[in-house]
């Protein structure tokens, strides 16, 4: 068996313009004192990465493994999420998702399409550059918006849309495998693939690509009602990442998943920091530990109560806790008689029987 690495912080909730958080040194020598081992970093802040750069210089991608390593941590993944999302955006979304673009892509729905597709590549580059194997992205949305089937959907307008997503995604995935790291989608509400179900429609379209794998998350799972560890089972040989993430749900007779359009501290579903939500997270690093999960357990910090630097400092604790030092051998080895072939057929009572 294989032990998971960990643990690991995404950086995307704590990058900011004040010291320790605005560059990739002095924020990895915050997180390397607090026991991080690893990070995760977003390719969309320039504070921390020049994906443009990194994707065709392997001078500029060992420095950032280097400052990286200089304070004894690795880089774990690069995160694509934000372009992910903008492969695939319904035109409802257009100026909301502007903000995740540069600003000369503003209104230009078309033009950000195909920059965030670039981002994807470049950063898939990028990553066989630094040795990574996973990629952790969204898949982005065209069907999200007509989720709940009143009014009724018109025939054929889902699967047109999933289509429509497996013909952007295909050549994408096609360049992951050039460069030998897996797209790993976090299944997440407002994206067209936030379940089991959404991901195996996409899985169909695009021929079971070997690349199109996954991120586990365990809390987007908690606000939308599904059972997280059979989840674990049902996609073991898919998951290649993995984000460490609580969550709760509480519904009451006012609301329930939906949450009332409600802010996240008064939604019955929310994100919570590590220990302080419903997640069983000793049998989920159980379950991990059985399947030879040998990636990294990366924090994601998203809390509606807690401080973030009180979040990342818990976090990295709790994670040491749970990650499973795996055993070499079984536990009964004491007990072994040693025996070969011959006793094992005497002791089924089969000597001398052909």
């Not at 399409?113 to 470049?122: D, G, P, S, Y």
């Not at 690509?209 to 049902?234: G, K």
């Not at 030879?292 to 973030?308: R, S, T, Y």
Request: hydrophobic residues 40%.
């Amino acid at each position: 068996m294989k032990t998971i690495k960990g643990p690991a912080l995404f950086l995307a909730q704590f990058v900011g313009d004040d010291a320790p958080f605005n560059s990739l040194d002095a924020i990895c020598g915050w997180a390397a004192g607090l026991g991080y081992k690893g990070v995760q970093i977003p390719t969309w802040d320039r504070r921390l990465i020049d994906l443009e750069r990194a994707a065709s210089s392997q001078d500029y991608c060992d420095e950032i493994i280097g400052t990286v390593a200089a304070h004894g941590m690795e880089v774990t993944e690069l995160s694509t999420h934000l372009h992910g999302q903008l492969v695939a955006a319904h035109s409802v979304y257009d100026e909301l998702l502007d903000g995740f673009a540069p600003p000369e892509l503003h209104g230009k729905p078309a033009a950000r399409q195909a920059w965030a597709c670039e981002q994807v590549r470049l950063a898939a580059r990028a990553s066989r550059r630094m040795g990574l194997s996973a990629m952790p992205t969204f898949s982005g949305a065209l069907a999200w918006p007509f989720l709940y089937p009143f009014p009724q959907r018109p025939p054929g307008l889902i699967e047109s849309a999933f289509d429509e997503l497996a013909a952007r995604w295909r050549p994408l995935l096609d360049a992951c495998e050039e460069n030998g790291v897996d797209a790993c989608f976090e299944l997440h509400p407002g994206e067209d693939l936030h379940d089991g179900v959404s991901y195996e429609m996409f899985l169909d379209r695009v021929d079971n690509h070997t690349r199109a794998n996954l991120l586990y998350d365990p809390s987007h799972f908690v606000l939308q009602q599904l059972d997280y560890l059979e989840h674990l089972e049902i996609y073991r040989d898919r998951i290649r990442a993995f984000h460490v993430k609580d969550a709760e749900f509480v519904p009451s007779g006012r609301q329930g998943v939906y949450g009332g359009y409600q802010s996240w501290v008064d939604r019955a579903g929310r994100f919570r920091s590590l220990g302080d939500g419903q997640v069983d997270f000793r049998r989920i690093f159980s379950q991990m530990a059985a399947h030879d999960f040998d990636g990294w357990a990366v924090l994601e910090w998203e809390c509606a109560l807690k401080h973030p630097e009180d979040g990342a400092r818990e976090g990295a604790e709790f994670i040491a806790r749970h990650i499973i030092r795996v055993t070499d051998h079984a536990f009964d080895d004491f007990a072994g008689a040693g025996t070969d072939e011959g006793a094992n057929r005497r002791i089924l009572g089969l000597e001398g029987e052909t």
